[in-house]
Structures are given as C-alpha cells and as structure tokens.
C-alpha cells in the first residue's frame, strides 16, 4: 500500500496533506488547489440553485483548478478526510456506517447522477440530494478530484472536521 493522504476542505482551499493511516497529518503539503464552496456558491450556485448549466460550468472550473494546481499523487496512495462535507456526500450515496467506511468512486457517481438528474427537474423526492450549494460543490470537486487524480475511494475517518478547517 502506498502512502496515505488526507483531504482537508476549506471554503476556498482543498488540500491534499501526508499524513498516517490513521489520519494525523505529518506536516507536508502534497497540494494546495484554489476551489472550496465559498468560491463555487456565487459563480454556480446562487441562492443554493441547481441548473445543468451552472453545474457543467462548475466541472469545468473544478477540472481547470485540479489541474492548475499539478498535484503528484504518488502510486497507490490512498485518500483520507475527515471533513463533514465528504460525510454527507458518503450518507447521501448510502455509504454504511461501518467502522471504516469507504466512499467508492462508484458511489460518487451514482450520487453525481442523481445530482444531474435533480439539476434537470427530474429527481423523484426520494431521489433528491440535499438542496445546499456547499453539499453541490462538495459532489462536483470529490468526484473530479477522484477522476483526475485517479483515487478509487477515499477513507473516512471518525470526528468529521469543522467544514471550515482552511482560509
């Protein structure tokens, strides 16, 4: 296995962070990318509404930031957090609440179609994610994050962050 990473989300940083398996962070900075929700919200999201459009911009910002940012994740390494958002993007996909719970990439897609799905007026009530721009961005930056960086999940841990750990 290789190294372990911890994601720490931020109103307008993510980073990705070394960290032990157990998910205490050893000091580094692998990468620092100029995205969170504080900067999605008024360019996407506005008043926390969901349009096709605003969310396919959003993907395009999001891949642009990934990008920018030249993270190199190193072979097999896994991905960590703590962050409440990611919690409620993993309960929203039906992740159990085990002790080690895991949001596979599979999983973000699925709740990545139901967003897509409730962006076009087409979500049936019981198929409705939660109506919050922060919850939006959160979807739209793990799953590109996943894709780019090509993580195919992404640990849990127990004491979700404060969702605003960084500036």
């Known amino acids: 296995m290789g190294p372990s990473l911890c994601l720490v989300l931020g109103p307008e940083v993510a ?3 070394g960290c032990t398996p157990e998910g205490v962070a050893d000091g580094s900075v692998l990468g620092r990318m100029a ?3 504080a900067l999605m919200e008024p360019l996407f999201f506005k008043n926390h509404t969901l349009h096709a459009a605003g969310l396919e911009r959003a993907i395009e910002w999001t ?3 990934i990008q920018a940012a030249q993270v190199e994740v190193p072979a097999g390494a896994q991905l ?3 962050d409440a958002q990611v919690w409620a993007l993993a309960q929203a996909s ?3 609440q085990t002790a080690h719970p895991i949001l596979h990439v599979d999983a973000v897609e699925q709740s990545f179609s139901r967003l897509v799905m409730q962006a076009m007026g087409q979500a049936s009530p019981q198929e409705a994610l939660p109506a919050t721009a922060r ?3 959160t979807v739209v930056f793990v799953r590109e994050l ?3 960086l090509h993580f195919p999940q992404i640990q849990l841990l127990r004491t979700p962050t404060p969702t605003n750990a960084l500036p």
């Open 135 to 137: 919850f939006f961005a």
């Open 94 to 96: 039906g992740v159990a």
């Open 80 to 82: 960590l957090t703590r």
């Open 63 to 65: 891949e642009d930031r």
């Open 35 to 37: 995205i969170g929700h």
């Open 146 to 148: 996943m894709h780019h």
């Open 15 to 17: 980073e990705l962070q």
